[in-house]
């Protein structure tokens, strides 16, 4: 293995200088047919030594001087602050302060004839051409490590054009001639850009050394010099701390190229190829940037400044551009108001606004995290420009250089006015006083137990039938679905892609994305920006932070162009600011109502589960306000305090900041006023429909915004007027025939539904409008609820067979058969045997009831009534009894007392058969006298059941050979007459 201190005098012998320089012109002369190839034109000499004229001016000192600062102006022309220039960089004054491999490794990689050209490496030059030739311009220029350090420092601004690279290679000409070789590699390592250690920028190869791997450049390895050699190619993609993966792979082809040019052995390239790099690596030293005057605003205008130079040509790559404004002494002028960011900033400052403590917690993800700090992040936009009034990045800079006004974070309900009721309303598939019901849904998720997922409201609660205008005030999210399941996913997320939303994903095309279930989420500029889409009538004005910039010579080389995306009608526009009015006077923004009485504002506030998110977005006609609170890595701030449970927290800060933004505002106009294409209308705000006497009666009555032709044209049908009957505190529907009840049944108004599924058939998840619903279907261990119309069901009919089991002077026990499908009983007195009956149980669930309330001597009359679907089935079947007297029974007739002998009583029938081939029985029978209805009975061989319950005089059925029917007959009075028993054969 070849020694360091070999490889030094190797080096030293290599970098004298050139021998034999050319004399100067002929180096003009090659000069201007090296341009030929890079131009491709024919007048190439005259061409250069027309460009050169203007070249600035070489002196060594100027490797010694400062570039030129970069400052940043507000929308008034007040500085704001400088851009960092040289950043964190240290000189070396000699190559003798770094390792040997560091020479070697960027000589190898970067220009592998630095030793020999003089200054402009011909064949890469012409390589270079080729290359422009095929990409139509200025791809690549074959630029050597001279004219690197000639560009760095002679054109800090390091525009991408052809006068530029021109005189790039004059001068490396010229710097050939006045500096040795390592006196020029100095200047390269000294000024050369390695891109971020945090948020320091780093030049120079002492200050990467000892910010990367805490070291001298003198003690680097062979792995860690060939690690910085590759961050200049790519400081953003092979940066250490986020794209290592991509520096190794480049850190192997310059040990490939040190060892194809004899630096190093194949033994060196195995050990540094196996040296751990990683382990290496320190973390990015916490320290303050160069940007001492509003941080957050200097850091992002550095940001996108260097993406509109890329945007407008000047710059091929974003690593250039950036160091452009380091040097370039450009100016750039932005949207920022020094007196808003002010107010933003000394909010946002104050501890006291924020949860007092840090706290340590393990991630979903179950990292520790320690000392943690809540942050939160502010944008105030102007409604009418766009423009980016001031940025609330975080709490203190020094602590914490997340911006956090741009990195997307869960948005929760602050979704719901712009991808489900925005264009719900737009699309005219609702208005605000249309009806949605919050009841339990169930989301298909194989996920979950049983295959479902029941999304929840915010308090675990369901509110029932709700205006839309309710929904979104309460910030319930079960209406919200509903209406994306209207809207659908896709089309409600193409409208908040249309206000400038960037983060959206094919995978958040679901329901829930309408409450806030994002893969991504939302930035809070972005949430900004779309809000502010309201407050301009539904236009929406992209957010802009920067309106110009100017180089060094005064020569504007961006302005910014304003664009505007009609995404709603004025009509969606004012009804849904109209909506989120109410958010703000009565609804989840009330805190803010209450402290800006009289103040025209919007808005809407969100959540996220455990509000490890906390937001709320406001607009007045002139700006809008985005506040987001959480901390950089999610924690369910519900456990923290009261406020942070509630999500108030946003609030507060909304109200400190506008409270210092308001007194700086011009005259402030209002909103526009309503469209003559809106018309106020009365709605049910059960129905949404137009309302009935019902809805007055019951106080569901109000006046709502529709966009003219939209208003309800139906008569509301939720209200609807029944009789019923209350047992054990619950309802249950009167057939009309049960009239003879008396004082019994009530009558009331109530409202129909759809079905719903109670999660878990838990019944504390009914909603609280439940106590309205027409009487439902009684099911035990059931969680699913089932309308019932007035007098509707499948009866099977009431018991008919009324037994008495016991009789004593004080108490009278009754028995009858089970009713195939009844739900419970209900038993029923009077003294006499046309009524009125009064119900004397509450819902039997056995076959037996005993009645200790009678009085000796006194005749009774007792009617079971069979409960089915809801509804009290009216009876078929009377019993008398008088309590200790003694009764005498016939054979298979009613054990029970029979009823007054009169005229009135039913004779029995005669019952006829007649069998057909296709098994169809056809049963006829006599009419009997005084008879109300017939009972149709069958026995197949397991007792008597009953089959039909009929007014008419026949009955046909499917038979079998052998069965065997009756018909009975019911008088008015409950007694029963039975027919001749007929056996069916099949012919």
């Not at 908040?496 to 958040?508: A, C, I, N, R």
């Not at 025209?600 to 506040?627: E, M």
């Not at 079971?864 to 309590?883: D, F, H, K, L, R």
């Not at 039909?948 to 009756?966: P, V």
Request: contains cysteine; glycine residues 8%.
């Amino acid at each position: 293995m070849t020694s360091q201190s070999n490889r030094t005098t190797d080096i030293t012998t290599r970098t004298g200088k050139f021998k034999r320089k050319p004399r100067f012109w002929l180096k003009i002369l090659i000069v201007s047919i090296l341009a030929f190839g890079l131009l491709g034109t024919a007048g190439a000499f005259g061409f250069v030594y027309y460009l050169i004229q203007d070249a600035p001016a070489f002196t060594p000192e100027a490797f010694n001087s400062l570039s030129a600062t970069t400052n940043v102006y507000d929308r008034n022309d007040q500085l704001l602050g400088s851009m960092q220039s040289d950043g964190e960089r240290e000189l070396i004054k000699s190559l003798d302060e770094v390792s040997p491999y560091v020479v070697q490794a960027f000589v190898a990689a970067e220009d592998a004839d630095f030793y020999k050209h003089f200054g402009i490496d011909p064949i890469s030059v012409l390589r270079a051409a080729y290359q422009n030739f095929i990409g139509g311009g200025i791809v690549s220029g074959g630029s050597t490590i001279t004219q690197q350090t000639v560009k760095n420092v002679m054109f800090p601004a390091q525009e991408q054009t052809i006068k530029r690279k021109v005189q790039e290679m004059y001068l490396s000409v010229q710097l050939e001639r006045a500096m040795s070789k390592n006196e020029i590699l100095v200047h390269y390592l000294n000024w050369i850009y390695f891109g971020k250690s945090g948020y320091a920028n780093i030049y120079g190869i002492k200050a990467a050394s000892k910010a990367f791997f805490n070291k001298d450049p003198r003690d680097l390895n062979l792995a860690q010099a060939a690690i910085l050699a590759a961050l200049p190619n790519n400081p953003g993609k092979y940066n250490p701390y986020t794209g290592l993966k991509h520096a190794i792979t480049y850190q192997n082809y310059v040990l490939n190229e040190m060892m194809k040019a004899g630096y190093i052995t194949q033994e060196d390239y195995q050990k540094a190829r196996s040296f751990d790099i990683e382990a290496s690596i320190v973390k990015p030293k916490v320290t303050a940037t160069g940007y001492n005057n509003y941080p957050f605003v200097i850091s992002e205008v550095e940001r996108r400044a260097a993406e509109k130079l890329m945007s407008v040509g000047r710059y091929d790559n974003l690593d250039d551009a950036r160091q452009a404004l380091f040097k370039g002494g450009y100016k750039v002028y932005t949207t920022i108001d020094r007196n808003f960011q002010d107010a933003v900033d000394q909010v946002l400052a104050d501890d006291k606004n924020f949860y007092g403590q840090p706290i340590s917690y393990r991630s979903s993800d179950n990292r520790e995290i320690k000392d943690a700090l809540q942050q939160a992040g502010a944008t105030l936009l102007d409604n009418q420009t766009g423009g980016v009034l001031a940025i609330g990045g975080g709490r203190d800079y020094k602590k914490n250089q997340n911006n956090h006004t741009t990195l997307p974070r869960q948005p929760g309900s602050t979704m719901k006015p712009l991808s489900v009721y925005g264009p719900a309303v737009e699309k005219k598939l609702l208005s605000p006083g249309s009806v949605l019901d919050d009841t339990p849904m169930a989301l298909a998720n194989p996920n979950a137990a049983g295959g479902k997922y029941f999304p929840m409201n915010y308090d675990n609660k369901f509110h029932g039938l709700m205006t839309a205008r309710e929904a979104l005030k309460r910030s319930y999210n079960i209406p919200a679905i509903k209406t994306t399941e209207l809207v659908t996913p896709a089309v409600g997320l193409d409208y908040v892609k249309k206000m400038g939303v960037t983060t959206l994903q094919k995978s958040d095309e679901n329901l829930v994305s309408g409450i806030g279930g994002l893969t991504y989420g939302m930035s809070v500029e972005e949430a900004t920006g779309a809000y502010s889409t309201f407050a301009n009538g539904g236009v929406y004005k992209k957010s802009h932070l920067i309106t110009r910039i100017v180089d060094r010579t005064g020569y504007e080389v961006y302005r910014y162009k304003p664009t505007a995306e009609k995404v709603f009608s004025p009509d969606t526009a004012y009804i849904l600011t109209d909506m989120m009015k109410d958010v703000v006077k009565s609804g989840t923004a009330a805190g803010v109502g209450a402290h800006f009485p009289g103040r025209q504002i919007a808005g809407k506030t969100g959540t996220t589960d455990g509000t490890t998110d906390s937001w709320f977005v406001g607009y007045t006609p002139a700006v809008t306000l985005g506040i987001w609170v959480g901390y950089d890595i999610p924690y369910p701030m519900a456990d923290l305090s009261a406020i942070d449970a509630s999500g108030s927290r946003p609030l507060k800060i909304w109200d400190d900041i506008m409270d210092k933004v308001y007194p700086k505002l011009p005259a402030e106009p209002s909103f526009p006023p309503m469209p003559e294409t809106i018309a106020r209308a009365e709605v049910c705000t059960k129905s949404g429909k137009i309302p009935t006497d019902l809805c007055r009666a019951l106080g569901t009555v109000t006046t709502d915004l529709f966009v003219k032709g939209t208003e309800p044209k139906e008569l509301c049908d939720t209200m609807v007027s029944v009789k019923y009957v209350e047992l054990n505190g619950k309802k249950y529907l009167m057939n009309d025939k049960l009239s003879a009840m008396g004082s019994v049944v009530k009558e009331g108004i109530f409202i129909k539904r759809k079905p719903y599924e109670l999660p878990d058939g838990n019944e504390k998840y009914r909603p609280t409008d439940a106590y309205m619903e027409l009487p439902q279907q009684f099911a035990k261990n059931s969680g699913t609820s089932a309308s019932a119309e007035s007098g509707a069901g499948t009866s099977a009919g009431s018991p008919v067979d009324i037994q008495i089991v016991s009789n004593t002077p004080t108490s009278v026990t009754l028995a009858w058969k089970p009713v195939t499908e009844a739900d419970g009983y209900v038993m029923m007195r009077s003294t006499s045997p046309t009524g009125p009956f009064q119900i004397i149980s509450e819902h039997l669930q056995e076959t037996q009831y005993t009645d200790a309330t009678v009085q000796a001597g006194i005749s009774y009359y007792f009617q079971v009534c069979a409960i089915q679907n809801g509804t009290i089935q009216p009876a078929v079947a009377s019993v008398q009894v008088t309590p200790g007297a003694t009764h005498a029974t016939e054979p298979g007739e009613n054990p029970g007392t029979p009823g007054p002998s009169s005229d009135t009583t039913a004779t029995a029938p005669v019952l006829s058969i007649r069998s057909g081939s296709t098994g169809q029985a056809e049963l006829a029978w006599t009419p009997s006298a005084a008879a109300f209805h017939y009972l149709v009975e069958q026995n197949t061989g397991s007792g008597w059941r009953q089959i039909a319950n009929t007014t008419t005089n026949s009955y046909t059925l499917l038979a079998s050979d052998g069965d065997s029917f009756r018909v009975k007959a019911v008088d008015p009075t409950g007694q029963i007459s039975i027919s001749n028993t007929i056996r069916y054969h099949f012919q």
